[in-house]
């Protein structure tokens, strides 16, 4: 079963979405097995970090920024090649097993949507996957 899921973003940002896979692992009564969770865009990602220090997000985003900064020999026509940068190397996807019908994420850890080109109206899956 796909669980599917509608955010709202801003620009540029991470939004902490455990709590919907989370819900996603409650509904599907899935004591042991893994959770795929899905970015199906382009400039947009899915990746798992420190979950306590909001400043480690606000970090990131810097970082990404000053590494993939918009450079004129770009040719994308929508302009937005260094969100698709961010992207490719944040990655569309991560993977969490799952033991006891609870996600084993760090205590530190979360998991996060990165938006880098919005404001747009964004779609992510969970799957979850019984073994
Ligand atoms: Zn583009």
Redesign the pocket.
């Known amino acids: 079963m796909v669980y599917s899921y509608t955010l709202k973003t801003e620009k540029e940002n991470f939004y902490n979405i455990t709590s919907y896979v989370r819900q996603a692992v409650n509904e599907s009564m899935v004591e042991s097995g893994i959770a795929v969770v899905y970015c199906p865009h382009?400039?947009a990602g899915i990746t798992i970090n420190e979950n306590a220090d909001p400043d480690v997000v606000t970090d990131l985003i810097y970082a990404l920024d000053a590494t993939f900064p918009d450079r004129y020999q770009f040719k994308?026509a929508?302009g937005?090649?260094a969100?698709?940068l961010k992207s490719s190397v944040i990655g569309n996807s991560a993977t969490v097993i799952i033991e006891d019908g609870r996600l084993l994420l760090g205590t530190w850890q979360g998991i996060y949507f990165t938006e880098f080109d919005g404001p747009r109206t964004r779609n992510f899956f969970v799957k979850i996957i019984k073994g």
Do not use: L, M
Request: hydrophobic share 10%; glycine share 0%; charged share 10%.
């Open positions: 382009t400039t994308h929508e937005n090649s969100a698709h």
